[in-house]
């Protein structure tokens, strides 16, 4: 069956962007993603092939769309420096003084990101912290009164589930958000916060089944960024089997010690155990860059202020004959950013200030491109006045919906834009669809959003035109099951892309309203979440 196109009937922009919206088509689109998820680009990995030649391709289309080279520099790259670190670790636990057998892949995947050849820990005392969070926001800390200095942290996945007073069969909303996943829940921040406090390894109880695409992602090559930071981390981690801790919990009643750390006042509990970890890493030092663009501003009083769009460009390259192609997660996100160019090109008139094109590397990594562009900015973050990200674009295949997503809603004034934008094509704006999953933390925006750039994420909706009611959800349960992080995430025989166009002119019109605006994007006084001090991070 050839792919489907579907002519697009012409959804409502702002007057004078609707001769540079129509120039965003699927044909365009899907030309873009067909290129950069083929097996020649071997599924993007940083410091691959793939990676030249993605490079080659978006600094080429630059060139063709008449673009500036975003560096100042003069050139349309910014290096980005990373070690590629490969592990195959070994975990060992002894409880109540029994040696528990762990089948590494099936129970457990332990690695180490210092980039050493040999990483051990020798057998030491382990301390059960809870969900190891540390929110002041909300008086809690699971670390509070205990020394875990050269020891192994184990902890829970996700934030502390407490439980609604009012009613217990509800999560309480005001303390982190519900069922909404929040930065204290990240694996990221928890590693940080153990080793801020001294630990020596940090092991984090999943679910067989939320963990199962963890445990396949930290078996690959895991990278972190070069630089006088790269050693400010716990020497070991791992992810254990949550159907399997109660024998690490010998002599203790896990269920209990579990219902306890859903509760503000839980203390961490020393247990009868100890851990070990022998890791062996293959290391290798890698350059990748940042695709970096630019449209100067048209108006010298703000000219110097920055809109960027982004979309990470990499994905999780090739394991043998098997290539990760990564078409929807995220050669969709880089052809969407591609295209609003195309679109922001063809202006009669550039907008006031400056529009930014970033295509970030390393992002499956753990966003380390963007982490690298606002630690090392190509221009001030102060004259950054918003940044614009597309990710997460796993039904955007399947034609026009009656709603559209905001990741994270209610957080800045940029929100305000894309309701009106989304109203103007007689759509309804939506917050997360899938709060649970803590997509706001995932994805590049976090980066700028974190020092203090306000930033949109966004999602497709969900709500498909003549499609059954559960259509929406049902593809994306589909691809997050099938597609996602997999060697089948390519384009699809029938892909429909009528649907984003549409989520793209959206996009199109926030980022030239805020170009031209007045005034600047800024947080809502009760943004759920806002940058805040870090508390309890290395520095």
Same mark, same amino acid.
């Given at each position: ?8 009937a012409f ?5 004078e ?9 699927? &044909?365009?689109?899907?030309a873009h ?15 691959t092939?793939?990676?030249a ?8 289309q ?11 520099n ?19 636990? &002894?409880a ?20 050493? =050849?040999?990483?051990?820990v ?20 699971d ?5 875990v ?33 929040t ?23 999943y679910?067989?089944q939320?963990?199962?695409?963890l ?14 930071? &790269? ?79 982004? =979309? ?11 290539? %990760? ?13 591609? &295209?609003?160019?195309?679109? @922001? ?6 907008p006031?200030?400056?529009?930014? @094109? ?6 499956e ?27 997460y %674009? ?9 709603d ?41 925006? @976090? ?11 966004? =999602? ?50 926030v980022?030239y309203?805020?170009a ?6 800024a ?17």
């Amino acid at each position: 069956m050839p792919i489907s196109l579907a002519v697009l009937a012409f959804a409502a922009v702002l007057p004078e962007l609707e001769p540079v919206a129509a120039r965003i088509t699927p &044909e365009r689109i899907l030309a873009h993603i067909q290129v950069l998820a083929s097996d020649p680009y071997g599924g993007r990995l940083p410091g691959t092939i793939g990676d030249a030649r993605t490079v080659d391709y978006l600094v080429n289309q630059c060139r063709l769309l008449k673009l500036e080279p975003g560096n100042p520099n003069g050139t349309f790259v910014q290096n980005v420096p990373l070690w590629g670190i490969r592990s195959s670790g070994k975990l060992q636990i &002894e409880a109540a003084g029994k040696a528990i057998s762990f089948e590494p892949g099936r129970d457990y995947v332990a690695w180490s990101v210092l980039p050493d =050849a040999h990483v051990a820990v020798a057998p030491v005392g382990i301390v059960f912290a809870g969900h190891g969070v540390v929110a002041p926001e909300h008086r809690w800390d699971d670390y509070a009164g205990t020394d875990v200095r050269g020891k192994v942290v184990i902890i829970l996945s996700g934030d502390p589930p407490v439980p609604d007073m009012a009613d217990p069969t509800k999560l309480d909303d005001k303390l982190f958000q519900g069922r909404a996943l929040t930065e204290h829940g990240r694996t990221g921040t928890k590693l940080d916060r153990a080793f801020a406090r001294g630990a020596a390894a940090v092991v984090i109880l999943y679910s067989t089944q939320s963990g199962t695409s963890l445990f396949q992602n930290y078996s690959r090559e895991n990278m972190i960024l070069r630089g006088p930071d &790269e050693r400010k981390r716990v020497k070991a981690q791992a992810l254990l089997s949550l159907e399997r801790a109660k024998e690490v919990f010998a002599g203790h009643d896990f269920d209990a010690l579990r219902a306890a750390a859903a509760k503000a006042g839980f203390r961490a509990v020393n247990l009868q155990a100890k851990a070990s970890f022998q890791i062996a890493n293959t290391v290798r030092r890698i350059d990748s860059p940042n695709v970096v663009a630019k449209l100067p501003g048209s108006d010298p009083l703000v000219a110097g202020e920055l809109v960027v769009y982004s =979309a990470h460009w990499d994905h999780h390259g090739q394991e043998g004959k098997v290539i %990760f192609h990564g078409a929807s997660d995220n050669a969709a996100g880089t052809a969407g950013v591609l &295209e609003l160019a195309r679109a @922001f090109r063809a202006l009669p008139k550039a907008p006031r200030r400056t529009i930014l @094109f970033l295509w970030p590397t390393a992002e499956e990594k753990g966003l380390l491109g963007a982490k690298y562009y606002v630690e090392q900015p190509l221009y001030p973050l102060a004259k950054t006045i918003a940044n614009i990200n597309l990710d997460y %674009f796993s039904n955007w295949g399947w034609g026009r919906t009656r709603d559209f997503s905001i990741v994270g809603l209610g957080n800045s004034t940029l929100d305000d834009l894309t309701a009106e934008a989304v109203k103007r094509q007689g759509r309804v704006l939506t917050g997360d669809t899938f709060p649970e999953q803590g997509f706001y933390f995932r994805s590049d925006h @976090f980066e700028f959003a974190r020092l203090g750039v306000p930033s949109l994420e966004t =999602a497709p909706g969900i709500d498909y035109r003549d499609r059954p009611v559960d259509f929406g959800a049902r593809k994306r349960a589909e691809y997050i099951a099938s597609d996602y992080h997999q060697e089948s995430d390519v384009p699809k025989p029938d892909w429909d892309l009528s649907g984003a166009v549409e989520d793209l002119q959206v996009l199109l019109e926030v980022g030239y309203r805020t170009a031209q605006a007045p005034g600047r994007p800024a947080w809502k006084p009760n943004a759920a979440w806002r940058p805040r001090p870090a508390v309890g991070l290395p520095k």
